[in-house]
């Protein structure tokens, strides 16, 4: 291999010493020549891996704090210098510069401090300068230099030193492409946080950043390629630790990502089912298993290869009863050891832990992309309690539907506009999502309480003496006319129509209690990745 790149010089200076040790014992064992600074030249020599400081290596010391020691010229000199250039080693030797082959360097936790919640000095200091110019000044130069970013990139290194005795322009490009990436995120990080302490919202620039998962097997269809990228510790299924299953597609963890944050609204026991991104099933109870009961019997049909998500440990009273159908994917904060034990009979179910509930009132900023852009917004972190509900019939709720009103509404949060949400007792029984007319949205959520009835052997729709949810308002009265029709007894919806005051004159015609929210809640996609 003719573009092997032997290290006669390395320089480390890294936050994570993780790993550190065996590579530096390779490069010793090479011959090369280990130019530290700080704590990573203490966590070598302590090892016993002889280290020369930087500022021995430069003749210059550490000034400010150490704010300033590797931004020398013989530092950068050394890693920008190009050995193919005669001119460039000639005046590397005027100036007793020395050529620096590996650049080993991981950043101040600048991400970690900003999301332990730190103040803004701590943050500030954080903010690593020397290392983002190392690491640029190696990528730019990698036909010379190797740079590595991340701790999981040493082996790699280290194997082409001890196998090969240098590294390859293949393996060099690779990591240099990374590093590049590396210092985009992180400077994409500081700039959203100047950007929030300024309490701008939508700055001039904004970088959507990840870290890569996992690659999927393909994307929503089988033509289409797909990779997982994680950019926040906000709980959900893209930190959840997998417990058991198969690999999660592209949809699952799309649904699953819509079922997670639904279920996390609810402050009781509670059970989401979604498929399609549409919750068919939720139920709030005294426990998990009754919750599951619940949910299910809103649509049985629909639940068949769902998505299952719990807002408390799951037990194995609530995993016998999931367990008794077919399920892609269970999702809760936990599981105790029995309920483990009885879902690892289903060896293809994924079931996902995420150690905690997300919070549906943080804020955050929401990214979904478009041709030759992206659409940008905040969180949809509103909250409609009791308070904010303006009763505007002549029929004040009882306290029952009040309770099963604001249920509804929160879950038709969840549901793909058009939405209509009946429920009754704490839990959904009709579910009408995604469709152009409202009034369609109504039908299909009233013929899926008729078949649910039907499947449980009740004698009368599910629907009957139910409460109606509506994520926007309703236009004409008609939308509201199939829902009273449907037997719902109260409606909840945003108000805000031109026609409103018919459409409270139908209420009124029908004795049905009617309350304005003053908040819309429409969805037009599956939730968004977070920014």
């Known amino acids: 291999m003719t573009d092997i790149v032997p290290i006669t010089r390395a320089l480390i200076s890294v936050s994570d010493k993780t790993g550190l040790v065996p590579l530096a014992q390779a490069l010793v064992a090479r011959g090369a020549e280990i130019l530290s600074t700080g704590g ?110 991340e701790c999981s990139q040493y082996f790699a290194v280290q194997e082409a030193i001890e196998t090969h005795g240098g590294t390859a322009l293949a393996l060099r490009r690779r990591l240099a492409g990374a590093a590049f990436a590396r210092t985009a995120a992180y400077d994409a990080a500081i700039a959203r946080w100047f950007a929030q302490q300024a309490g701008i919202e939508f700055p001039h620039r904004i970088a959507v950043t990840g870290t890569l998962r996992q690659t999927l097997r393909y994307g929503e269809n089988p033509h289409q390629s797909a990779a997982l990228y994680v950019n926040s510790d906000r709980p959900g299924v893209a930190t959840a630790q997998q417990v058991q299953g198969k690999e999660l597609s592209y ?29 068919c099933g939720v139920a709030s109870a005294a426990t998990l298993a009754e919750a599951w009961d619940a949910a299910l019997r ?61 919070d549906p009132a943080a804020p955050g900023m929401l990214v979904r992309s478009i041709a030759g852009g992206l659409l940008a917004q905040t969180r949809d972190a509103g909250r409609i309690g009791r308070s904010d509900l303006k009763a505007v019939t002549k029929r004040t709720p009882t306290e029952a539907e009040f309770a099963d009103l604001l249920f509804a509404f929160r879950v038709c949060k969840y549901v793909k506009s058009n939405a209509i949400v009946y429920a009754r007792g704490g839990a959904t029984v009709g ?19 008729e078949v649910a009835a039907q499947q449980a052997g009740l004698d009368r729709r599910m629907t009957e003496g139910s409460v109606a949810a509506s994520d926007a308002f309703f236009p004409f009265a008609d939308g509201l006319e199939t829902v009273i029709a449907a037997g719902a007894t109260a409606v909840i919806q945003p108000g805000g129509s031109i026609r409103d005051a018919e459409v409270i004159a139908a209420a009124d015609k029908a004795g049905v209690a009617m309350v304005f929210t003053g908040m819309r809640i429409i969805v037009y996609a599956p939730l968004h990745q977070p920014y």
């Open 431 to 449: 579910v009408g999502a995604g469709q152009m007319s409202r009034v369609d949205s109504a039908r299909i959520a009233t013929w899926k309480g």
């Open 298 to 358: 809103c649509d049985p049909v629909s639940a068949f290869g769902g998505i299952v998500a719990a807002n408390r440990v799951l037990d194995a009273a609530a995993a016998e009863r999931i367990a008794a159908i077919f399920s892609e994917v269970i999702v809760a904060p936990d599981a105790d050891e029995e309920a483990r034990a009885i879902l690892a009979r289903k060896k293809n179910l994924r079931l996902l832990l995420t150690g905690r509930l997300p």
């Open 251 to 279: 949809n699952n963890l799309s649904d699953t990502d819509a079922a997670f944050e639904c279920v996390a609204e609810f402050a009781e026991p509670t059970i989401v089912i979604v498929k399609h991104a549409n919750p």
């Open 40 to 149: 990573s030249a203490a966590a070598l020599r302590a090892a016993g891996v002889p280290v020369t400081e930087v500022s021995d290596h430069t003749g210059f010391p550490e000034i400010l704090d150490g704010r300033v020691k590797t931004l020398v010229p013989q530092i950068h000199g050394g890693i920008l210098g190009r050995r193919d250039l005669p001119e460039h080693m000639e005046q590397m030797a005027a100036h007793d510069i020395a050529p620096i082959d590996l650049v080993v360097v991981n950043l101040y936790p600048f991400e970690s401090t900003v999301a332990a919640g730190a103040g803004f000095d701590a943050c500030i200091e954080n903010i690593d300068i020397g290392g983002p110019a190392l690491i640029r000044a190696a990528a730019k130069n990698h036909a010379h230099v190797t740079v590595v970013t």
